[in-house]
């Protein structure tokens, strides 16, 4: 079973940043997606963003141009890079890897809070 270790999150005051960092238990080149998600109390879980095998990547429209996805190979981690935080980013944030014909994987979930 894929295990997804996260890491990164934590209180911050609105116009701060966090890093948050996703190790899989297997090589990241083995997925076809690495993202994240995040779910706020009373919502539904909603993607933030994406990295495609191929290294294309993909934003919510609520984070474009305050968020950056990116992946180190080295290290074998995903990265979410979160600047300009606000009071709404505050949810628990999940790093999801998509295998085609094995679906999704799912780490256990990092809280983000943003205090205004």
């Known amino acids: 079973q894929v295990q997804l270790v996260e890491s990164g999150g934590g209180l911050v005051q609105a116009g701060g940043s966090l890093r948050l960092s996703c190790v899989p238990s297997e090589s990241i080149f083995s997925f076809n997606v690495l993202g994240w998600y995040r779910q706020a109390p009373g919502k539904k879980r909603e993607v933030v963003a994406n990295?495609?095998?191929?290294?294309?990547?993909n934003y919510a429209d609520s984070v474009k141009g305050r968020f950056t996805i990116s992946r180190d190979n080295a290290e074998n981690t995903v990265y979410l890079q979160m600047n300009s935080l606000k009071p709404e980013d505050t949810a628990v944030y999940y790093c999801?890897?998509?295998?085609?014909?094995?679906?999704?994987?799912w780490g256990q979930g990092t809280q983000v809070t943003v205090s205004s």
């Open positions: 999801n890897a998509f295998r085609a014909r094995r679906g999704d994987f």
């Open positions: 990295i495609i095998s191929a290294g294309s990547t």
